[in-house]
């Protein structure tokens, strides 16, 4: 069974800031990691995802996530943030890219003032 | 290319009502997934499909709730006897191998 922990639910920055969004996972197996963007009344949005290879994955934005399996974390950082990345970031953890169950973590409100 | 549609965007309805949820998938799209958001419980997996044949219902309350996928194009997530803690932003959503395509979900209100 998979399990995602965000243990921030609420960060607050001001704009040109950087900001850390923490995600941690249990599973046992391969895992495939990704993150998720939504804006109030939209959708979920991709932003990136880790499946193999490089640990640090770029995704859209600006934004970047690094997947470290001894911490069984994979972060997500953006260097400076804008107004506009005022969201709630979920992060997700699948078995694998063959379209399995994805698990979602409770998500982290961020808030950038400007 | 329209994304993932999801119909009504809120619905509204008397306790004991039954309520039935519309999702059109992206064309060529093999998976359908079926989530629910409150601010309690977060986004709970409630069920999903794999070219049309269900895989796993496990978050699926046993009693009342029932989702189908008659063909590729939509499938229906439906509630019988709707209580007012099914109350939630219902989302849907369609896979490639790579992501997931949300739509903007169908805000569910019982009265």
């Known amino acids: 069974t998979q399990t995602v922990s965000q243990s921030d639910a609420h960060v607050t920055v001001f704009e040109g800031d950087s900001v850390e969004l923490r995600c941690n996972y249990s599973y046992g197996g391969s895992i495939y990691l990704s993150w998720y963007i939504q804006h109030h009344g939209h959708g979920l949005q991709f932003l990136l995802k880790y499946y193999s290879g490089n640990p640090v994955v770029q995704g859209v934005n600006g934004f970047e996530a690094e997947f470290s399996k001894s911490d069984s974390s994979f972060h997500l950082r953006k260097a400076s943030v804008h107004w506009s990345d005022s969201a709630v970031y979920f992060c997700?953890?699948?078995?694998?890219?063959?379209?399995?169950?994805?698990?979602f973590g409770a998500g982290t409100r961020l808030k950038v003032i400007a | 290319n329209a994304g993932v549609i999801q119909t009504p965007r809120h619905k509204v309805t008397g306790k004991g009502q039954e309520a039935t949820l519309w999702c059109e998938p992206i064309s060529g799209h093999s998976a359908v997934f079926w989530y629910r958001q409150t601010i309690v419980q977060g986004l709970e997996f409630l069920t999903y499909f794999r070219n049309q044949a269900p895989i796993d219902d496990s978050g699926m309350p046993k009693e009342r709730f029932s989702a189908q996928m008659p063909n590729q194009s939509h499938s229906t997530l439906k509630i019988q006897s709707t209580q007012p803690q099914d109350s939630a932003v219902y989302l849907c959503?369609?896979?490639?191998?790579?992501?997931?395509?949300f739509g903007h979900g169908t805000k569910l209100s019982v009265l």
């Open positions: 997700a953890v699948s078995a694998g890219t063959g379209n399995y169950k994805y698990v």
């Open positions: 959503a369609s896979s490639t191998n790579e992501r997931l395509f």
